[in-house]
């Protein structure tokens, strides 16, 4: 245990606490509760004196029930441990009587800390017990953006710093976007941005996290709150909007903000500028879809870069009709042998969707990754097709199309006037 990481708000509780206390000539201090990796300690928590607190000039004696209850209310979202405790003091350093009682507590409480604000400079400095002997050991203030989620068991494979800075936008929330972006959220992203404009309804509740107590409230709103129970300081944006010709420029604004783009939403109308936004923004974005009742379904990244493909290469949407139509649902609709209106419905159980979300999750997640240190292995293709029938995932690489008319307008319109030609 070289250094010790800190919260930024512990340092800012123990010294305004410690301002205060000294006008009025008490002793003051508090409990300390962080995270215990083998030797190593962070701090993140601190709590003050407490109302029951006993206070005089020369002695000071915390209120213990103020402490667990704090204690108690923090654990509730994360992993904390009782680390050590604070003080202030008058002399710069440790008393004798600090020194014996730091002794006794790491007895029980093996790396135990003790911080102490000095009276005159304010000063923090931190000791702790290594080998029978009392050493002090330098505070290392952490980011402000820290999250209670404990990486240590995978940051051999993706190291936290990769993707704690990254933002990513969901168009859509519906039943993928509540199983992907949970999963990334524990992969430790920490900015998400959310868009849907409708509402939970009673048939959703077979394909959706959220609950019969739900019901009518926003997508975006459950899985927020979702997302909040996984990282309570997760930095959340939610858009209860549909992404159209009205809202394109709001809209922009975020995918700008947004390092990548999920393409979650069923809507071919979101879908077609989803990719148009993310190919004039040169931003990645990865669509996923399920079709013939979940027993299909397919997820796909497209990188944003004008030698990539882009969604329009695939599914080509564009080679139907100028209008927004149904044409493409109509096809499809008549392939599977139902009606536009069952198609909708039928879209499969959960379980099935959720298969393609999680390759859908993967491939986000390595895109995000993409130029950055990690131990995972890479993807095999840029799309990948689901067939649950079959139990079977095929990947492959899809090369940008000569002749589509969204990433290669030149190649497209010089196909029409070959087709014209002949």
Not at 26 to 33: A, H, N
Not at 340 to 361: K, T
Not at 368 to 388: I, K, R, Y
Request: a negative charge; one cysteine or more; aromatic letters at 8%.
């Amino acid at each position: 245990m070289k250094t010790i990481p800190i919260c930024p708000s512990v340092l800012e509780l123990m010294l305004k606490e410690s301002e205060t206390s000294k006008e009025a000539g008490l002793e003051i201090g508090g409990f300390l509760f962080g995270k215990i990796n083998g030797d190593e300690r962070t701090i993140l928590h601190a709590t003050g004196p407490g109302p029951e607190a006993v206070r005089t000039p020369t002695f000071f004696e915390p209120d213990y029930g103020f402490s667990a209850l704090e204690f108690i209310k923090l654990k509730k979202d994360s992993n904390l441990k009782y680390v050590g405790i604070w003080h202030l003091h008058c002399v710069d350093g440790l008393s004798g009587g600090d020194i014996q009682t730091l002794k006794r507590l790491n007895e029980s409480y093996p790396g135990f800390l003790s911080l102490v604000v000095c009276n005159s400079s304010f000063e923090v400095k931190a000791f702790c017990v290594e080998e029978g002997e009392v050493v002090e050991k330098k505070l290392i203030p952490l980011e402000e953006k820290q999250t209670v989620l404990d990486f240590d068991r995978t940051k051999e494979l993706v190291k936290p710093s990769s993707l704690d800075k990254k933002t990513v936008l969901s168009v859509g929330a519906g039943s993928g976007s509540s199983v992907v972006n949970p999963y990334l959220a524990r992969a430790g992203i920490r900015d998400i941005i959310l868009a849907d404009p409708e509402k939970l309804e009673p048939p959703n509740l077979v394909r959706h996290l959220g609950t019969v107590g739900e019901l009518f409230k926003y997508k975006v709103d459950i899985i927020g709150k979702e997302l909040k129970k996984i990282d309570p300081d997760i930095n959340l944006t939610l858009i209860r909007e549909k992404l159209e010709g009205e809202t394109v420029a709001k809209f922009k604004d975020l995918f700008s903000k947004s390092d990548l783009v999920l393409g979650s939403s069923g809507n071919i109308t979101a879908n077609r500028l989803t990719n148009e936004i993310c190919l004039e923004l040169e931003k990645p974005a990865v669509y996923a879809g399920v079709y013939q009742k979940a027993m299909g379904g397919f997820s796909f990244l497209s990188t944003g870069q004008k030698d990539a493909p882009c969604f329009n290469c695939i599914f080509d949407y564009t080679s139907h009709a100028v209008e927004e139509t149904n044409v493409e649902q109509e096809k499809a609709a008549k392939r599977y042998g139902f009606s536009v209106e069952e198609l909708a419905e039928e879209q499969g159980l959960y379980i099935d969707i959720s298969y393609v979300a999680l390759l859908q999750a993967k491939m986000a997640l390595l895109a995000l990754l993409d130029g950055e240190e990690h131990q995972l292995a890479p993807l095999p293709g840029n799309f990948v097709s689901w067939d649950s029938k079959n139990m079977k995932t095929t990947w492959v690489n899809i090369k940008k199309r000569d002749d589509c008319a969204v990433c290669n307008a030149d190649g497209f319109f010089a196909s029409l006037k070959e087709e014209t030609l002949q």
